[in-house]
């Protein structure tokens, strides 16, 4: 095919090695963070650590459970629960007809003071199987219109009791509507006992979401009528009873302040309670109570916070003590290799 | 040829015998225009293919997943086939109606963000493999534009029909026919490693009608159609025919380059453009990497099914719970006013009401289901991800190539692997030839005893087995890189350097040696104008490395003309260097069937001499009778390189009388002009004849050499407990070299070869077949000696058989029971099955690590794929889920890495079910006290709130969380096996974390009830409302969660305890800036930490008690177990902790080689055997 032309030269073969230039642009920079040695506290669980640390819970909560079960038995606490015996005789059969009907719902309670109580002595209702928790009954009101007066008829949350004939109600919803009605009056040897029914509620309440500029209008004017009505001309940042009320409570058992008595009362004292039992639970087999009491610095007569620090406190004691057995009865050096997977298995080697 | 060319011209195939020919050409072109046999390009005439009906597609390639338009259909489809996120789907959708117990922004928010961010990362990703495909694309080639003129011209822009001008070292831009090439006879060579792995070149060679286009003029005018086959995935096949001047010429397969592959050694090719980007062969071979997701992901689809169950029964109470209520009760609740309730609460139709509220039960607990886990492992994986491409160990500085994780959905698989499958050229061998030692006349040269004997010597020296020394030994294996400044010669030995040679005695042989090196070959010199010296292009690199060495020695093989080869002998006895010059007679190159090359040449006496080089057994069967002098010396030699993993060939020679020769040469001429099917029998029988009666002179070992670091890293990985196989496409012998150098075979271990015998039947070979593999079944069985391992070494004919359904089982029970396995010449998607085979038949996680495009189907198919980089394919890279620029990273990369992320997601995961448990469960007891109204008793900015803020700290768990320092990792492999094991993420595990996240559920909810239910909390008299208890529940949370949080790190940086401090901190700092907005947006919270919370004793003394019971069980456990059970990591960090492992070195360094797992691969067991056998030599001695 083609001739055969052996020639001398050599040229025009090879290209130069392509030995590109070191790109050290690639190479990663150096920072403790990237090369994860960033400085470290490794702390690791040794026995003194571990027995410390349960004796330090125990010395801490011992005494913390202490004090608070003085705080609490220094709390005087007077429970009635009235919701029977203020329906009367022939009634009891059929509370809720008695409730719902005109009857005359007054009913007096004698109260015995068992031990001093110092001032202020806080005046609770407790309701029982009262769901306020309920998303139905939680979502029904409407904060914009309880805040402000320009959006008095906002009431799309709050259905079904949100208007009354086509007016909008203020306050709107459930919650208002249900508002507890029964009313409590206290006497002491003939003498009115006077309840502060001011500052019961948060003071944000009454500053930010109740309006002083928010009156109640066609307020328990329905066909309906639910709980408490309420004065119209009144603010609602001054209608504490709502503001209370209004905050829900998280378990169907609740308390909620109803007011003060600014008053020592003393051991043997008997108080005359006039309350008008005016609040249906009685539908829903509710149980309603009347609580005075005081509080310690903790709040109200709770022991079982302090009985739940003292076990703790009591369990941490009892672990220190039993890892203290174990360590002594079955010690093992830290850092002991014979304990190496591959030394405690002979099969490894 | 009548220009009168200063270019020298070869007819490179006057050197070829064998290949080359066409087998059986006229075969094709019979079938072309028939269906699938439609494609027809116009040559030089590109502008015809951009219409219908011959427009073809573009050159450019894509591998994108997604495109601009597709990515926000196709993304968002992918983002909601996880079943959890269709789930948060569903949820925010029903978050818009009445049933929802949240506000619809509080579900949609952190959905959106979630798979907003997902599809963030998914886009970066796809983002890289554009700007990969972009670079792929933009690579400049030379095409004709017409006019005779070539002018640069981007990839994508290369169109079918164009005529292209690739240079030396370029890559094919698309399936080319080769028109052309610098040499006369148009024979060009390629490297086609990336499409099939082999590392020798290949020959191609042009039609002759198109030798004349060789230069850029010639295409002025040119015109040719090319009818051939359809775009389709064969490589080794192609049918076609060209028209050109009136005549029809049939193409076959050695005329086409394929895209990928190489032109090498030749200065330049024409050729013309056939199928272009996907339509190119190596395209329509690529399949879609898979998308792989790590065991641990695996699993935790199983635990979010359970909590999905969990997720379903407790919605299915709450609903049932719910019509109960509305049944019953509901009537009775006059503040509810039942008679004017919406269909939801309907007192009368309490099914449906249930039903309803089922949505809504299901969207409350949803907080089982955690959603931020997902993404909070997406962050943690892209974090840890950049920790592996940011580490400067794992860098390499030669290549300027840092490690890199590819997908970061991997990271935690990188710490289970049970299975190393690796390649073996480019992945444990540079794919560089070393001349290292020889043999002349029965005399070693080259530095005298290997590694392994020395290391072994040294211990024996020590009474005890001192893991120092040997550790320096090992590691100065991986430094002992000789720095030998010539590439391809690494022989030390005063005796033959720098002329010594000639006062050996035998000098006539050694002369005669070298002459071989020098002259028996196929390569090309060339000058290198800088330095003077020459470079050779040779076929392989051991014929490279031969004459380098020659060169080296004093025979300088400088320049080869077409029928003679001139060698300059620089020392002789009259000390002036003296051109020689060998007429080449006849070659008969290497192939992997003969395993021999011959030349015959004329040297200027006028003397025929043979040369030939050759295995061993190939050559010592064709000695003459007193060709064997030198026998018995050169087989103990060889014998001494086989052990120390060195390629060896023998050297022999002839004397032939002209009139022999000639006789023989008449023969032979016959049998090359044959044609027919007979041909290469008769040329092999005309070879056959020549070469006997030899005459051994010497043998040559040659290091195949392996990547730094390779034997160490081998070592440690067989340490941890990781097996290996090796799958390489290179013949059986390399592969055994390779696997003595890497310490994955060693003597004394039992090598059970399968080989089938090629001329039987199919029934009779499987039958062979699995008679070997029964056999090696029951030899393993037999063995009574504990040390004793095996080796399985089989080749990829056998492996073919041994792959089928009915034979693949017992053919990995034999793998698995062996030490090291071994697979020669096998194909890449042998690789592919072998790796399907040990990840299913072993259900444990595989790891394939490879550098070409052949072992891009193992890379896809294993569970981690990692591929080298710094290798000029991409496609392995590419395919690969890591990549790292050298083998030795795997050990960092798995040993520490893998090791970290493994425990760190573990750990992760299973505290995010705790968290979660222990939250959403609070959510479900409230519910039962509120009539199962599916009323939360957390304001819905808590829950968002959550959902980021309590993610943190286990983000920084799942990024820094050291058990152990990287050191430590490396010292003590044997830690590795916790996770292939699976330690951290059992069931027992999983279940225990559940459990816990279960009782502090209990211990944090019935607290706070008890103590907050209708007492004033405060000393103003305040009872609690909803969002007071559910503030200070939550509180109580937070402290739990992060004090448990703590309770599970073992590390802690200023970040851990930025976060834990943080997340704290920020709930506090949250909850005054919530309280502080006005109550439309914070409602009943408004103000609630600074003036109701903050001022109680109650909710601090709470929060304390709440806080430290809840981790009280987990507190007593752990230190329980690290007491009377304590783990490895355990012991290790008592050990550093107290400083013992430097003030007790010995029991550290004793510790660290117990640690290793029993291994019967690596430079350490091959030490220890050698040390067994030194040791009962001494026993028999006395």
Redesign the interface.
């Known amino acids: 095919m083609s001739s055969n032309t052996p020639s001398s030269s050599a040229g025009g073969v090879g290209s130069a090695d392509s030995s590109a230039p070191r790109r050290n642009s690639k190479r990663p920079k150096y920072s403790k963070f990237t090369q994860q040695e960033l400085p470290a506290c490794k702390p690791i669980l040794t026995p003194r650590w571990v027995i410390s640390a349960f004796i330090l819970v125990s010395i801490v909560f011992i005494p913390i459970g202490v004090v608070s079960l003085f705080a609490s038995q220094d709390v005087v606490e007077i429970i009635d629960r009235y919701e029977t015996e203020c329906v009367p005789q022939d009634f009891r059969n059929n509370k809720v007809s008695f409730i719902q009907s005109d009857a005359n719902k007054t009913c007096t309670r004698r109260l015995t003071v068992t031990k001093r109580m110092k001032q202020p002595i806080y005046v609770y209702y407790q309701l029982d199987n009262f769901y306020q928790n309920h998303r139905r009954y939680v979502k029904s009101r409407s904060d914009s219109q309880l805040k402000d007066n320009s959006s008095w008829n906002d009431v799309s949350s709050c259905k079904p009791e949100d208007d009354s004939n086509g007016q909008p109600i203020v306050p709107c919803g459930l919650i208002a509507w249900s508002l507890f009605n029964d009313t409590y009056n206290f006497s002491l040897n003939n003498q009115q006992l006077a309840v502060n029914k001011t500052e019961i509620s948060w003071k944000s309440d009454r500053d930010s979401k109740f309006g002083n500029d928010v009156f109640p209008r066609n307020f328990q004017n329905g066909t309906l009528i639910g709980g408490k009505s309420l004065d119209p001309t009144v603010p609602l940042s001054e209608q504490e009873d709502l503001i209370v009320w209004m905050r829900t409570a998280a378990l169907p058992t609740f308390r909620k302040l109803y007011g003060k008595i600014e008053r020592d009362l003393q051991p043997n004292e008997v108080i005359h309670v006039t309350l008008e039992n005016n609040y249906n639970t009685y539908s829903f087999n509710g149980k309603k109570k009347l609580v005075l009491s005081t509080t310690s610095w903790l709040g109200g007569k709770n022991d079982f916070l302090g009985i739940a620090y003292l076990t703790v406190g009591g369990l941490c004691f009892f672990l220190a003590l039993s890892f203290t057995v174990v360590y002594l009865v079955k010690p093992r050096r830290l850092g002991d290799p014979s304990y190496l997977s591959w030394n405690r298995n002979p099969g490894g080697q | ?1 009548a220009k ?8 490179k195939s006057h050197l070829y015998t064998f290949c080359l020919y066409p087998g059986a050409a006229g075969k094709a072109g019979q079938s072309v225009g028939g269906p699938g046999f439609s494609r027809i390009v116009h040559c030089n005439e590109p502008q015809m293919h951009s219409q219908k009906p011959f427009k073809y597609r573009a050159n450019d390639i894509s591998t994108t997943k997604y495109s601009f338009l597709s990515f926000l259909p196709k993304g968002l489809y992918e983002q909601f086939n996880r079943v959890a996120n269709l789930y948060f789907l569903g949820c925010a959708i029903a978050s818009l109606t009445p049933l929802s ?1 949240f506000s619809a922004v509080s579900m949609i928010a952190p959905l959106a963000f979630v798979v907003g961010l997902s599809m963030a990362k998914e886009a970066l990703e796809d983002w890289r493999r554009f700007m990969q495909d972009m670079e792929v694309n933009s690579r400049k080639v030379k095409v004709h534009t017409g006019e005779g003129a070539f002018n640069k011209t981007a990839w994508q822009n290369v169109r079918v029909g164009d005529v292209v001008r690739v ?3 370029q890559f094919f831009p698309s399936d080319l026919l080769l028109l052309s090439s ?1 040499y ?2 148009g024979i060009c060579y390629v490297e086609t490693m990336n499409l099939d792995g082999e590392t020798n070149l290949k020959a191609k060679r042009a039609l ?1 009608v198109t ?2 286009l060789d230069e850029d003029e010639d295409f002025k005018n040119f015109k040719g159609v090319i009818k051939c086959e359809d775009p389709n995935p064969s490589l080794y096949t192609f049918v076609g025919n060209l028209e050109y001047n009136g005549q029809v010429y049939a193409i076959d397969p050695s005329q086409i380059l394929l895209r990928d592959s190489k032109l090498r050694n030749t ?1 330049f090719v024409y050729g013309i453009v056939i199928f272009t980007g996907h339509d190119s062969k190596v395209m329509q071979n690529s399949t879609k990497s898979p998308s792989k997701r790590s065991r641990i992901e695996r699993k935790m689809d199983y635990i979010i099914y359970v909590l999905f169950s969990v997720l379903l029964v407790i919605s299915l109470i709450s609903s049932f719970g719910f019509a109960v209520e509305i049944k019953y ?1 509901m009537p ?6 039942p008679q ?3 269909e ?2 309907n007192p009368n139709e309490p099914v449906t009401s249930g039903i309803s509220h089922m949505v ?1 039960a299901l969207m409350l607990y949803g907080y089982l289901i955690p959603i931020s886990l997902y993404v909070s492992i997406e962050v943690v994986k892209v974090l840890q991800a ?2 592996i ?5 794992m ?1 390499d500085e030669d290549t ?3 490690a890199q994780a590819r997908t970061s959905n991997l990271n935690e698989e990188l710490g289970q692997v049970d299975t190393i499958l690796s390649d073996k050229t480019g992945t444990l061998t540079c794919n560089q030839m070393d001349f290292l030692k020889c043999s002349i006349a029965g005399t070693a040269y080259g530095s005298s005893s290997s590694d392994i004997e020395l290391a072994a010597e040294q211990q024996l020296t020590n009474d005890h087995v001192n893991k120092v020394e040997l550790e320096a030994v090992v590691s100065s294996l991986g430094e002992k890189d000789h720095k030998s400044p010539i590439k391809g010669f690494n022989f030390e030995d005063s005796h033959l350097m720098k002329g010594n040679w000639l006062r050996e005695p035998k000098v006539e042989d050694i002369i005669l040696f070298f002459r071989i090196l020098a002259v028996c070959h196929t390569a090309i010199p ?2 290198n104008e800088e330095t003077g010296t020459y470079t050779y292009e040779a076929e392989s690199p051991d014929e490279g490395a031969f004459l380098v060495a020659a060169r080296e020695f004093g025979f300088e093989f400088f ?1 080869r ?2 029928s003679s080869v001139i060698v300059r002998e620089k020392y002789t006895a009259s000390g002036k260097p003296i051109d020689r010059e060998y007429k080449i007679l006849n070659v008969l190159e290497f192939t992997s069937k003969r395993k021999r090359m011959t030349v015959i040449v004329r040297d200027e006496d006028g003397q025929i001499l043979l040369m030939c080089k050759g295995a061993d057994s190939i050559i010592f069967d064709r000695l003459s009778k007193d060709g064997r002098l030198y026998q018995a010396d050169t087989t103990r030699h060889l014998n001494e390189y086989g052990e120390a993993g060195l390629r060896t060939l023998a050297l022999a020679y002839k004397k032939l009388e002209e009139s022999e020769y000639s006789a023989w040469n008449t023969e032979f001429q016959k049998a090359k002009t044959s044609i027919g099917a007979d041909r290469d029998i008769m040329l092999e029988k005309a070879a056959e004849m020549m070469e006997r009666d030899l005459i051994l002179i010497g043998a040559t070992a040659v290091e195949d050499k392996l990547q730094k670091g390779v034997p160490k890293c081998i070592d440690k990985l067989a340490q941890a407990g990781l097996k290996l196989w090796v799958l390489t496409g290179d013949k059986m012998e390399t592969a055994i070299n390779i696997g003595y150098a890497c310490s994955l075979l060693r003597q004394g271990m039992k090598q059970i070869c399968i080989q089938a015998n090629d001329s039987d039947s199919i029934e009779k070979i499987k039958g062979d077949i699995l008679k070997q593999i029964n056999n090696g079944l029951q030899t393993i069985k037999d063995e009574k000696d504990p040390y004793a391992a095996f080796a399985v070494i089989i080749d990829g004919k056998t492996l073919a058989y041994a792959l089928e359904d009915d034979m693949k089982h017992r053919f990995l029970d034999l793998g698995v029971q062996c030490a090291s396995v071994i697979c020669c010449r096998v194909s890449p998607k042998q690789k592919a099955l072998v790796t399907r085979l040990v990840k299913e038949g072993t259900g444990k996680t595989t790891l394939a690590i490879g550098d070409g495009a052949n072992d891009v189907g193992m890379i896809q198919e294993a569970d981690i794929g990692v591929g080298i980089s710094g290798v000029e394919g991409m496609q392995a890279v590419m395919a690969s889920d890591f990549s790292v620029a050298q083998f030795r990273f795997l050990e960092r990369l798995l040993v520490v890495h893998g090791h ?1 992320c493994y425990k760190r997601i573990a750990q992760m995961i299973c505290y995010f079910f705790y968290k979660n448990i222990a939250f959403g469960l609070t959510l479900f007891y ?1 519910e039962a ?3 199962f ?3 939360s ?1 957390y304001d819905d900015w808590y829950m968002l709130f959550n959902v980021v803020l309590t993610s943190l700290p286990v983000i920084s768990l799942g990024v ?1 969380e ?1 058990d152990v320092s ?1 050191e430590v990792c490396l010292e003590f492999p ?1 830690i590795y096996q916790q996770g292939p094991r699976n330690l951290f993420f059992d069931w027992y595990r999983i279940l225990g974390w559940m459990g816990n996240g279960l009782l502090a559920s209990l211990i944090i909810f019935f ?1 706070n ?22 503030t200070t529940m939550f509180t109580c949370i937070i402290w739990s969660l992060n004090i448990q949080i703590a309770l599970t790190m ?7 305890h930025a976060t834990i401090w943080g997340s704290i901190v920020t709930w506090y700092l949250f909850l005054a800036v919530y309280g502080a907005l ?3 947006i914070s ?2 919270a ?2 609630i930490l600074v ?2 919370l903050a001022p ?3 909710y601090w ?2 929060t ?2 709440v806080a ?2 809840c981790n ?1 069980p987990y ?2 456990h ?3 177990q ?3 059970e ?3 990591h ?9 400083r ?1 492992d430097v003030e007790d070195q010995h ?1 550290w360094n ?2 660290q080689s ?2 290793r ?2 291994t019967k691969i690596g430079f350490t067991a091959r030490v220890e055997a050698k040390i067994r056998l030194l040791q009962s030599k001494m026993h028999k001695k006395q």
Not at chain 2, 1050 to 1056: A, G, R
Request: with cysteine; aromatic share 14%.
């Open positions: 040829m009168g060319r200063i270019r020298r011209k070869l007819l117990p240079e030396k070292d610098n006369e006879d002759e030798l004349d200065a009760n009775e609740w006059w503040f509810m006013r004017q309730a919406d939801y609460y809504t950049s920790f491409n940011q580490d400067i160990l860098y300027g190539i840092p060339e000058l320049q003309t077409q970290w409230f006290f509120t009539g109204s599916g009323q008793v820094l050291q990287s044997a607290l009830i008890v103590i907050f239910y209708n007492q004033a909390f405060r000393i103003g008299g305040q009872t609690a409302d909803m969002t007071a208890l559910g073992s590390h802690f940086t200023w970040i851990q006005s109550p439309d409602g009943n408004y103000q003036e109701a109680a004793p109650m003394t709470t304390l008690l430290i019971t009280l507190m007593a752990i230190a329980y690290r007491c009377l304590p783990m490895d355990h012991i290790i960090q008592e050990i550093k902790y107290y013992k029991m004793r510790e117990k640690g797992q029993k």
